[in-house]
């Protein structure tokens, strides 16, 4: 096992890694941490320095641990993750327009892996990776997120079609077909 130390915040961590290697590492990151932006970037770069290998090891090596505590899986987990599967071929966040709410995967920061709930435009709580919702939602936000957990696609769809606009981007959509499928066709391009 090599040790390695990051700076995080200030706070100095020496920690054992996990992996063998740094390929090890950037397998691992590449397979289970691929909607972390930063992890990802690290992974793609052709020269890195010493601070960043030893960042690809803690932040594949924090990863495994927080997956060996046992959580046990919220409500919403599902969401979580089809949220993530769509928005998995883009580096910007990923949002969703629901008849009521709008969903939204985060990219930067602590909460990347969590989707934030908004309605009417503002933030009413987060889903955590596990499925958990913290904040205070409404019943009605609460019915709908049960409704998403289930069929994201289909309340994307009928957002389109009660709106007129894209599910996605919210712009207008002027072709019939694609308002039949509530997406206009850059977006179908774009995602997932
Ligand atoms: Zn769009």
């Given at each position: 096992m090599t040790s390695f130390i990051v700076e995080k915040q200030g706070e100095t961590i020496n920690f054992e890694s996990k992996f063998e290697s740094l390929s090890d590492a950037k397998a691992y990151i590449q397979d289970?941490?691929?909607?972390n932006n930063f992890a990802m970037s690290l992974i793609e770069k052709k020269k890195v320095s010493e601070k960043q290998i030893a960042w690809m090891h803690y932040l594949a090596t924090q990863s495994v641990i927080d997956s060996q505590t046992l959580v046990e899986d919220g409500e919403y987990v599902n969401l979580v993750k089809k949220m993530y599967d769509a928005g998995a071929n883009r580096r910007a966040k990923f949002q969703v327009r629901l008849p009521g709410i709008t969903l939204s995967t985060v990219?930067?920061?602590?909460?990347?892996?969590c989707v934030y709930v908004y309605e009417n435009q503002t933030y009413v709580g987060k889903i955590t990776q596990n499925g958990e919702l913290i904040g205070n939602a409404s019943e009605d936000v609460l019915n709908l997120l049960e409704d998403a957990n289930e069929n994201l696609l289909q309340l994307a769809k009928i957002y389109g079609h009660e709106s007129?606009?894209?599910?996605?981007?919210g712009r207008k959509l002027d072709d019939p077909l694609s308002v039949q499928m509530g997406i206009g066709p850059v977006c179908a391009k774009k995602f997932n």
């Open positions: 289970k941490l691929n909607y990219n930067k920061g602590p909460n990347i892996g007129g606009c894209c599910s996605i981007c």
